[in-house]
């Protein structure tokens, strides 16, 4: 199953007037649940013609139940024969609620990129996600790098704030301040596969007061100095392989 997303929804946030990136997205999980045999729990997803040169991809992200081994692999095959096995810091079973499997080339070097969201936590005022980006190298492995975000169920679109054909990605934190909480987005871009803070080049972060109703508005409550304390050098709980 493939849906094509322009994501060129109405302004909500500050951020969602710039453009947003083009994705493809894939969401035929093949999903194995085997807790109560193996204590295993496996979700398979194959894509064809995913390279340059048509050989088809195969993603494979693996979880155990385990008290000692609080841990995922993600496998990669291309044209089913296994190229990589990349470790990735949580668990992720049959609770946990799986986004689609976006493609796009995220680091603007024309391969094929890939990203993944999965929600496996609350925190009492939204799900915790796991945000997961799989970079293209030239010779067809990735390059993992994921983080914690306060995403929850969905997707949040990289936008390109220079209309420069280069699209920076936006974190979503919680933090509270003056017995108030905040979302706290902050910016980032891919410099040599690696994420890069970019909130001084826009003036970033904006924080927004937690309501029980919807709230869009950047808070006139906190001074923009007070809100560069609140920024994130990295994303949370970051882990690059």
Not at 82 to 95: A, C, D, G, T, V
Not at 126 to 155: A, P, V
Not at 163 to 180: A, C, V, W
Request: charged share 25%; net charge neutral; no cysteine.
């Amino acid at each position: 199953m493939l849906l094509i997303l322009s994501l060129s929804s109405s302004a909500q946030y500050p951020f969602e007037s710039f453009d947003s990136i083009h994705y493809e997205v894939f969401n035929n999980w093949v999903k194995y649940d085997w807790l109560d045999s193996k204590k295993s729990y496996h979700q398979t997803l194959t894509l064809n013609k995913f390279y340059q040169n048509k050989d088809s991809l195969t993603i494979q992200l693996s979880s155990f139940l385990d008290a000692n081994k609080d841990s995922s692999y993600i496998r990669i095959f291309r044209n089913k024969h296994q190229i990589q096995k990349i470790f990735e810091p949580m668990r992720y079973l049959s609770y946990a609620i799986w986004g689609p499997l976006i493609v796009a080339d995220f680091n603007n070097d024309s391969l094929n990129d890939l990203k993944l969201n999965i929600s496996y936590m609350s925190n009492g005022l939204g799900m915790i996600s796991r945000i997961i980006y799989l970079l293209q190298t030239k010779e067809g492995l990735f390059k993992k790098i994921s983080y914690d975000d306060n995403l929850g169920n969905g997707n949040r679109p990289e936008r390109d704030f220079e209309k420069n054909g280069k699209f920076e990605i936006i974190t979503m934190t919680l933090n509270n301040y003056n017995k108030h909480n905040y979302w706290t987005f902050d910016l980032f871009e891919f410099v040599n596969d690696e994420l890069r803070n970019v909130d001084d080049k826009f003036e970033y972060p904006i924080m927004v007061q937690f309501l029980k109703k919807p709230n869009y508005r950047v808070t006139d409550e906190i001074s923009k100095e007070k809100m560069n304390d609140f920024k994130l050098i990295i994303p949370r709980n970051i882990d690059i392989k």
